[in-house]
């Protein structure tokens, strides 16, 4: 039998380069370099910047797959390595303001505020502790009204997107964020909706886990009906495969079918189950900050890498015509359609 602390040497050296193996012969001094990377990322090569605003809606409409941990984690990722990043909270339950340190006690201006039309999202933007490059829209549980209060409002679908628009056109170029994260509640009602409506990308975190396919039907059907008659723009760009156990078989049939299903869509990296990922959220930290050299930070840290290194490849914004059955357009251009570094465009009369 292998001597266990032989395998525990191997598991945490998969991670590293072949040559760093001989300077790091126990687990320990593994992990302390491995943090290093982490915690020195200002030193390393920066993420490459994608060549235009990437809205990214967050969605899946099963809880506990990993969507919170996800945004909260790519997120801090993304802005330790260079990247502007504004993380959007539209989950009732607050959890990813937790993880970011952001305060959401009722009464915080939150995204409720934002999505009422009471503030703007400039307003109830907030800084966090994780990065000076990483900002947080917090919720608070006010939005757990938000569902039913905004049933009755003028173009309800399009409240979250408007407010990005107006955000996004109002910042100055070198300010706006390279990425935009949309946390979405575990549900297809109205929330995830304005995520989607929001969004130009899904990212769809499965958890290698029996029944994790379950229900994914229903939300890429949905995707389609959003796109044909809501936002044309919109499209799964990105599966992540998280909480994957190694010990288990199931854990790598669940990959390899999500694999053989959605093809060049699944990240390369995938997020193993760590218990160091579930414990930061309790201190208002990520995974990053947390304990940069475990395991769940390195795959974060791999799978952030690999969305900025495909985004830095993404064409420039073109158009989509929507279809001819298609409800008529937000009012809006598309977020896309602004490049990052360049100086706003007028806004158009369709802006207002
Ligand atoms: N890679 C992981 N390893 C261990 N626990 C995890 C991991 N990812 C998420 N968790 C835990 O699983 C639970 C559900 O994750 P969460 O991100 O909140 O899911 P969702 O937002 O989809 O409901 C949380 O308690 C979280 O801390
Ligand atoms: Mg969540």
Do not use: W
Not at 3 to 18: I, Q, V
Not at 66 to 77: D, E, F, Q, R
Not at 169 to 198: F, K, M, Q, W
Request: aromatic share 4%.
């Amino acid at each position: 039998m292998t001597d266990p602390g032989e395998r525990l040497r191997s598991s945490l050296a998969a991670d590293l380069p072949p040559s760093a193996g001989a300077e790091f012969d126990s687990p320990i001094a593994m992990e302390a370099m491995r943090a290093t990377r982490v915690l020195h990322a200002d030193d390393q090569d920066p993420f490459p910047a994608p060549g235009r605003i990437r809205v990214i809606t967050v969605a899946n409409q099963k809880g506990g797959v990993g969507k919170t941990t996800s945004t909260v984690n790519l997120g801090v990722a993304l802005s330790l390595f260079g990247l502007r990043v504004l993380v959007v909270d539209l989950d009732p339950q607050g959890n990813a303001s937790t993880a970011l340190g952001v305060e959401h006690t009722v009464g915080t201006p939150s995204v409720y505020d934002a999505l009422v039309g009471e503030a703007t999202l400039a307003e109830v933007t907030h800084p966090t502790t994780a990065s000076p490059h990483l900002r947080c829209v917090p919720a608070t549980i006010d939005l757990a009204g938000a569902e039913i209060e905004l049933v009755s409002v003028v173009a309800r679908e399009h409240r979250l997107r408007r407010a990005i628009e107006a955000h996004l056109h109002e910042l100055p170029a070198e300010e706006r964020p390279h990425y935009v994260l949309i946390d979405c509640p575990p549900s297809l009602g109205l929330l995830t909706l304005n995520a989607l409506v929001a969004g130009d990308e899904v990212l769809i975190p499965i958890q290698c886990e029996y029944y994790a396919l379950e229900g994914l039907g229903q939300l890429l059907s949905n995707i389609e009906l959003v796109r044909a008659h809501l936002n044309p723009g919109i499209a799964v760009s990105t599966i992540l495969l998280t909480m994957h156990d190694g010990r288990t078989k199931l854990a790598d049939q669940v990959a390899d079918e999500v694999r053989n299903h959605f093809g060049e869509l699944v990240l390369t990296s995938v997020i193993p189950r760590n218990v160091r990922v579930s414990e930061a959220p309790g201190y208002g930290q990520s995974v990053l900050t947390y304990d940069p050299g475990s395991r769940g930070s390195t795959s974060y840290v791999d799978a952030a890498r690999e969305l900025a290194v495909r985004g830095a490849a993404l064409p420039p914004f073109v158009p989509v015509q929507p279809a001819p059955t298609a409800a008529p357009p937000p009012a809006a251009p598309p977020l896309n359609a602004l490049v990052l570094g360049q100086s706003v465009a007028t806004p158009t009369q369709e802006d207002s």
